[in-house]
């Protein structure tokens, strides 16, 4: 077919193709932002009612707890629970003083030392504290016993008087040292 229409009469036409076409886009977003503005109101309120619904509910349920008995239970509750957590503290913070003697017994002793007096306590950075007093009864069986305490990687800070050392036989020795928290 042959189109003998002139130029001019030909844009024409074709300009008003193209407003129809804007114009029916036009349409077609606007129904869709209706669409989508009429979707969201809708959620929007029944987002509002049941946040209604739910608040009417809570109240409801604040009066019916609002009893004497209930408020009653409540304080005995809150004052076990306290109590709760002061014992989850207490224990928490606790050292377990057989571990620390079990260190202790560990430690090899050589033959002609033996411990007369041993006492343990607790310091400010939660170690254990150790004071040992014994008899050697050569100053050689107390350096294998120094040796043994300064081997031993759960012990720390041991420390000597320096008056144990001054006699060669029968010697009463003081110690003291300190078992790391980690190990206990």
Do not use: H
Request: aromatic share 12%; hydrophobic share 40%.
């Amino acid at each position: 077919m042959i189109n003998l229409l002139p130029a001019k009469e030909k844009e024409n036409l074709f300009l008003k193709k193209k407003e129809k076409l804007i114009f029916i886009l036009g349409i077609i977003v606007l129904v869709c932002l209706i669409c989508l503005i009429l979707i969201l109101s809708s959620i929007k309120f029944y987002i509002a009612f049941e946040a209604n619904s739910q608040k009417i509910i809570l109240e409801q349920a604040e009066k019916r707890y609002q009893t004497s008995n209930f408020l009653n239970y409540k304080i005995i509750i809150q004052k076990y629970n306290k109590i709760l957590d002061q014992l989850g503290a207490f224990y928490g913070q606790e050292l377990y003083f057989n571990q620390a003697l079990k260190i202790i017994s560990s430690i090899q002793y050589p033959n002609g030392l033996y411990l007369t007096n041993l006492s343990l306590s607790r310091n400010e950075n939660k170690k254990i504290e150790v004071a040992v007093t014994g008899i050697s009864n050569s100053r050689e069986n107390l350096l294998l016993f120094k040796k043994n305490i300064e081997e031993n990687q759960k012990i720390e800070n041991s420390y000597f008087l320096p008056e144990n050392w001054t006699n060669p036989k029968n010697i009463n020795f003081n110690l003291s040292f300190e078992i790391s928290k980690n190990e206990i």
